[in-house]
Nanobody
Framework: QVQLVESGGGLVQAGGSLRLSCAAS????????MAWYRQAPGKEREFVAR????????EYLDSVKGRFTVRRDNAKNTVYLQMNSLKPDDTAIYYC????????????WGQGTQVTVSS
């Protein structure tokens, strides 16, 4: 059974930092690109950051570049999102996503973790 379990969300003041974690189980972790998405109230879910299977390639939403850093530890089956200089606009539920890079190309989602940034 595949599980993605996010943690690390919470309430923080603007300018603060949080680190999200997503622990994967039931998968060969290195077979997956990992990503973070977020969904704010009343808005569509949007891409935030992605990291390739070996941790070399990364990609970010423009509005988080320079503030957020995604990394992974394949030995721990975990992906992280370090979020610095948080803004109220970063308030959302953050979801972990796993996308298999080989066929069959399964995709899995975590249950989400709430991040709230107060002004």
């Amino acid at each position: 059974q595949v599980q993605l379990v996010e943690s690390g969300g919470g309430l923080v003041q603007a300018g603060g930092s949080l680190r999200l974690s997503c622990a994967a189980s039931g998968v060969t972790f290195s077979d997956y690109n990992m990503a973070w998405y977020r969904q704010a109230p009343g808005k569509e879910r949007e891409f935030v950051a992605r990291i390739g299977w070996n941790g070399v390639s990364t990609e970010y939403l423009d509005s988080v570049k320079g503030r957020f850093t995604v990394r992974r530890d394949n030995a721990k089956n975990t992906v992280y999102l370090q979020m610095n200089s948080l803004k109220p606009d970063d308030t959302a539920i953050y979801y972990c996503n796993a996308a298999r890079i080989i066929v069959p190309k399964y995709t899995y989602w975590g249950q989400g973790t709430q991040v709230t940034v107060s002004s």
